[in-house]
């Protein structure tokens, strides 16, 4: 079956990216992408549903099982043929894009394939507390599919920077940093190393995702104060005390992917120098610690700090996100 995913709009391309790589590691391999109408993409994955996609995902709003799409003239019969199954009610919510045509009333349009369910299964409309929902979007084409799961983020907010017990002014939003793990595309139970943790921002992400996650800094305050968050929120992770270069020495632990945001400012140049060396220390031990095909994804001030084109790392996808008005970030996959 395919799934209809509802792309939050921020940054349209990594959300795409996200919700592909998210629904490949759940189905064990690379599915298919059926259409892709920002901010609607339809993927072809018959062993995800679409409610555990949701649970993964940061840059989506909804994610539908039984996606049909058609001519925007058809979305009521569109909606109108979801399979509702034994729900004892239902409602149907149309989502307008601003790419859509002119002149959809959406109201109308709920109301009307509100009616062909109903007349065909006879099972009351509830606007309030139904059992299931119908979902329409309408972007260059309608789509349709019956709403399997929604993405918490009021809860993705709550986890900000300023909200944790130890917070420092270093931590891209959680958003971001879900779809950042995601984009690592490690199978369900692996191990996802962050070697600049800071304040635990990735590994919680990864923690949430059911993988075994493994933070290193060099500075002892940002592994307390990751602890002290990751327990705050009940995760757990492997933490030690130690230098980027140093991360995998002598340790007993492997990672299978490499998620992180190093330092920038003061140490790391905006302009693709790197006085401390930090970023050529961080791809060494990378090259060392991953498994073959095993990804780097890293957060960038600039392009021209990803590593040379001679080196092990292939350029998988870059997405520039603008974190504020002056400030944008590359968020870079590379794999080994
Ligand atoms: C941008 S912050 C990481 C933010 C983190 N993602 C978070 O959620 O808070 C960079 C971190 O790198 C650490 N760091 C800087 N140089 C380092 C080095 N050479 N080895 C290990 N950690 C280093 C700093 O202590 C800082 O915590």
């Avoid at 793990?181 to 590994?203: E, H, K, Q």
């Avoid at 400012?265 to 991953?290: C, F, I, N, Q, W």
């Amino acid at each position: 079956m395919a799934l209809l995913v509802e792309l939050s709009g921020e940054q349209l391309e990594l959300a795409s990216q996200e919700a592909w790589a998210a629904a490949s590691t759940l189905s064990g391999g690379e599915v298919e992408v059926l259409f892709v109408d920002h901010p609607a993409l339809v993927l072809d994955a018959p062993e995800v549903q679409g409610r555990d996609l949701a649970l993964r995902l940061g840059l989506a709003h909804h994610v539908s099982d039984q996606a049909i799409t058609g001519p925007l003239e058809v979305a009521a019969e569109l909606a109108g043929s979801i399979d509702i199954g034994d729900a004892g009610s239902f409602r149907v919510r149309v989502r307008k894009t601003t790419s859509s045509i002119e002149g959809n009333d959406t109201k109308l349009l709920e109301a009307n394939a509100g009616t062909i369910i109903q007349e065909r299964t006879g099972v009351r409309v509830d606007l309030e507390g139904p059992d299931v929902e119908v979902r329409v979007m309408l972007a260059q084409r309608a789509h349709s599919g019956l709403l399997g799961g929604s993405v918490d983020r009021k809860a993705f907010e709550a986890r900000a920077v300023r909200h944790r017990p130890f917070s420092q002014p270093v931590s891209i939003h959680p958003k971001f940093a879900r779809a950042m793990v995601n984009l690592a595309r490690v199978p369900l139970g692996g191990v996802i190393l962050d070697p600049f943790c800071g304040t635990g921002g990735m590994l919680m992400e990864a923690a949430m995702l059911g993988y075994l996650p493994w933070g290193t800094d060099y500075d002892p305050r940002m592994v307390e104060g990751s602890l002290e968050n990751l327990s705050s929120m009940g995760l757990e992770a492997r933490l030690d005390v130690a230098d980027v270069a140093d991360a995998i020495d002598a340790r007993d632990l492997r990672p299978d992917a490499i998620v992180t945001d190093p330092p920038y400012g003061r140490s790391t140049s905006v302009h693709g120098s790197d006085p401390e060396g930090v970023l050529e220390k961080m791809y060494s031990m990378a090259a060392d610690a991953l498994p073959k095909r095993g990804r780097l994804v890293v957060c960038l001030p600039s392009k021209k700090m990803l590593p040379s084109e001679r080196g092990p790392f292939k350029l998988e996808s870059i997405d520039s996100i603008r974190v504020h008005r002056s400030l944008t970030r590359h968020i870079c996959v590379l794999i080994n």
